[in-house]
């Protein structure tokens, strides 16, 4: 049974960072792909930062230059650096594993397993 627990959470500051980290059991790291996703009060889920197995990675355009997703396969842990804080960033943050599948768009993601969410909020 996969389970991915996120921590790093907190209020911080415009300007400020954090360092979200999502400790998965039950899957392997080395495969699939992971991802950050988050959603603010109001508004639809946005996937934020993705990562497949071969370490290549994406980033929604509102967090280029700011977010830098990452993971340590020996730890199973998937991390998310934030930079930057902006109020606009406020939201729970929430990792997500999958596994990969090709279609006709290509190789895709297909996210299967989710934690339970860390909260941040950026105060101006």
């Known amino acids: 049974q996969v389970q991915l627990v996120e921590s790093g959470g907190g209020s911080v500051q415009a300007g400020g960072s954090l360092r979200l980290s999502c400790a998965a059991s039950g899957y392997t790291f080395s495969s699939g792909c992971m991802g950050w996703f988050r959603r603010a009060p109001g508004k639809e889920r946005e996937g934020v930062a993705h990562i497949r197995s071969d370490g290549s990675t994406t980033y929604a355009d509102s967090v280029k230059g700011r977010f830098t997703i990452s993971k340590d396969n020996a730890k199973n842990t998937l991390y998310l650096q934030i930079n930057s804080l902006q109020p606009e960033d406020t939201a729970m943050y929430y990792c997500?594993?999958?596994?990969?599948?090709?279609?006709?768009?290509?190789?895709?993601?297909?996210?299967?397993?989710w934690g339970q969410g860390t909260q941040v909020t950026v105060s101006s």
């Open positions: 997500a594993a999958g596994i990969m599948f090709t279609s006709v768009a290509g190789r895709q993601c297909a996210y299967t397993n």
